[in-house]
């Protein structure tokens, strides 16, 4: 199957920092990438479909302002969390076609 | 709206055994659903797809079983082995990616 890598696969910031998180189709090019994101013990949740030279789309009750989706290249979508808290600390993980990265744990002190 | 939904949310298994993990969808447009495994702190791996001009699909040890009338999916896996524990998603395809609840599968040897 496809290959999508996701980079960092963890990171710890502090709050009020940002950080970026990589999403790259590895063996094809993906005009479109999805970002999810998953709590502990739940399902994965749809936050924004990242279209390439475009804007993306963001679910309903999910921040735009606070969760960048920038999808330049044909291989590579990023999500930067902004001003992260506490709250935001979550396993993201993207996909594209039907294929997912391997996920990042995000944890904000 | 639309969603998609598991009946059991935990199934034990003895090693050996088959598991039939179910799942129900509330789209009657619905057409295209995937299985995935999702393995503790990984992102979702890809079992098995099925469309709707089809009512089951087998793969290597797994076969999934769609039941059109009833809008409900299952996933049979034979002879269960320990690697098979993990969560088991299945997913709306049709359009976005939706993924419903999710059941543990946890394999007692």
């Known amino acids: 199957g496809a290959v999508v890598s996701q980079h960092p696969s963890w990171v710890i910031c502090k709050s009020g920092t940002s950080v970026k998180i990589e999403c790259r189709s590895l063996?094809?090019?993906?005009?479109?990438m999805f970002w999810y994101r998953q709590f502990p013990k739940q399902s994965l949740m749809l936050m924004a479909t990242s279209n390439e030279g475009s804007k993306a789309t963001y679910e309903q009750g999910v921040e735009k302002d606070k969760f960048l989706i920038n999808h330049a290249s044909l291989t590579l979508s990023t999500l930067t969390v902004t001003s992260a808290h506490p709250e935001d600390s979550s396993f993201y993980i993207c996909?594209?076609?039907?294929?997912f990265g391997q996920g990042t744990r995000l944890t904000v002190v | 709206g639309e969603s998609v939904g598991l009946h059991l949310p935990t199934l034990s298994v003895q090693e050996g055994d088959n598991s039939i993990i179910n799942c129900a969808y509330s789209?009657?447009?619905?057409?295209?659903f995937i299985w995935y495994k999702q393995e503790s702190g990984k992102g979702p791996q890809f079992i098995i797809d099925i469309r709707s001009n089809m009512d089951k699909r087998q793969g290597q040890r797994v076969t999934v079983l769609l039941n059109k009338t009833v809008k409900h999916l299952s996933l049979q896996i034979a002879a269960t082995q320990p690697g098979d524990s993990a969560v088991y998603f299945c997913?709306?395809?049709?359009?976005?990616?939706?993924f419903g609840t999710g059941t543990l599968l946890a394999v007692q040897p």
């Open positions: 997913a709306d395809v049709t359009n976005k990616l939706i």
């Open positions: 063996d094809f090019q993906a005009t479109t």
């Open positions: 996909s594209s076609r039907a294929f």
């Open positions: 789209n009657s447009a619905s057409d295209y």
